[in-house]
Nanobody, 120 residues
């Protein structure tokens, strides 16, 4: 079965960095786009960043553009979200999600989430 396991969350100071990882299994990882989304309690889900199956196209929400970098290692079935210049408003539960196609058309599986807290 499809599994997405996020890791790397934690507490960071404003201006600091964290790297999130998502280890995937149960499907042909190199054939599907992947994304990250985040949610703050009481607020809606916000799409953060996505990457095509071949890793050649990446996309970012305006709120994280220039600060976050998404990458993937298909040989390791893993996608990474490097988060730099973190701000308190980046505090959220971050989810890894699998697209239904090589491109970012829709999503069908989600991980359990990893908490990111940005605070001094």
């Amino acid at each position: 079965q499809v599994q997405l396991v996020e890791s790397g969350g934690g507490l960071a100071q404003p201006g600091g960095s964290l790297r999130l990882s998502c280890a995937a299994s149960g499907f042909t990882f190199s054939s599907y786009g992947m994304s990250w989304a985040r949610q703050v309690p009481g607020k809606g889900l916000e799409w953060v960043s996505g990457i095509y199956s071949d890793g050649k196209n990446t996309y970012y929400a305006d709120s994280v553009k220039g600060r976050f970098t998404l990458s993937r290692e298909n040989a390791k079935n893993t996608v990474y979200l490097q988060m730099n210049s973190l701000k308190p408003k980046d505090t959220a539960l971050y989810y890894c999600t699998k697209a239904t196609h090589a491109q970012l058309v829709a999503y069908d599986y989600w991980g359990q989430g990893t908490q990111v807290t940005v605070s001094s």
